[in-house]
């Protein structure tokens, strides 16, 4: 065969007929290139008759019937103990918890169930606190409806105050203040704090009346703070309507008639600032003495260390309870921290204690964390209303209760 063109075609060129005959020409036909040929048709003729006569190729067959069933309908697995089921499968603690109704208190840190828990049923029917106002208890003041003493010397401070459960151990009450100003504030102690927390609340928010009425039917006891005094009046000015030392008699008295007009439901008044008229005798026992007389308790916060009013209180016949501990007198997480720890210290060694702080957003969130685990270590929240009403013996509080 003559391929002396692939040198000399072009690439990619294809040869022409002529050229393909002259190639095939060129071969020599021997007798083994005849005999070869001859060899592969027989191969070729071998296998078509192969093919064509046996489809199958000569491999061994047979022929099954089939039949069709319906599938068996599949056994049940009987169902595993809930101890025995996959973690995956089985509900979470939160989710029974929420499901039945119980409460476990788990000691601090301790994130799965262990032995060292409390479980804490709650009661079947929430504590609810009497409707405000009572008809039996208000009186039309200048400026609107204010509390007064009713028929058996019924008070203000008795019937809406929160329900104690009762109970024993050591007892704790808290009050939060300067509520009623800023909305967000407000929300989150009325809807974060413990219902037992005792709120109060300034005479210049609005909607007080409303905003009240919610606290109170979250189970929150309320009190009103009084705008007084304190001593850099007016650089530190508690706002319009505030009790003066230099104020006559009746025109203090008649500022806090508009205060207590701004919303109802209140057990007692609380220092709004005040320092300089708690510490005045002469402008402070005329206050105590109106107080007194329309069936309500009073509350010092605790800021001023010269406040003469649970001196002044026996005198006035007036239901009066100090807070031992600010706990945001220093504003900072682990100060309030240790102020709680201090508290919860004192209510262990006294039986009770009673403690104040400002509606901060860090006070509130201090508060909320502290008394999630409390009951766990045996602390009861307790209202106000505890140490107004005389029941906090033992604590370092003065009460005459009339």
Known sequence: MAFDDILTRPLGAKRSVAQRLRAFGSVRLTTPVIFGILAGGLVIAGSILVVAGDPQGGEPRANVAIAMRDPAPAETAPALPERDKPVAAQRSANEVESASGVVVVRPSGTAAPTEAVVIRVP????????????????????????????EGRLRPLDVYARPDAGGTGPR???LVSGLGIGQAATVTAITRLPPAVSLAFAPYGSDLERTVARARDFGHEALLQAPMEPFDYPDSDPGPQTLLTTSRP?????????????FSGFVGIVNYMGAKLTSDAVALEPVLR???????????????????????AAKAKLPVARAEIVLDAVPRPEAIDRELARL???ARANGFALASASALPM??????????EAEARGIRLVPVSVALRGSGAGARLSSAVP
């Open 363 to 372: 006070s509130i969130d201090r508060i909320a964390r502290w008394a999630r």
């Open 290 to 312: 109106e107080i007194a007389g329309r069936g309500l308790g009073y509350v010092d916060d605790g800021t001023s260390p010269r406040s003469l009013a649970a001196g002044l």
């Open 123 to 150: 009661d079947a029917a929430p504590v609810t606190l009497a409707p405000a106002p009572d008809p039996r208890l208000v009186e039309r003041g200048r400026h609107g409806n204010v509390p007064r003493m009713g």
């Open 172 to 174: 704790i009450a808290i």
């Open 344 to 346: 919860e210290a004192q």
């Open 250 to 262: 009746s025109e203090n008295l008649d500022r806090l008639s508009w205060a207590m007009s701004r």
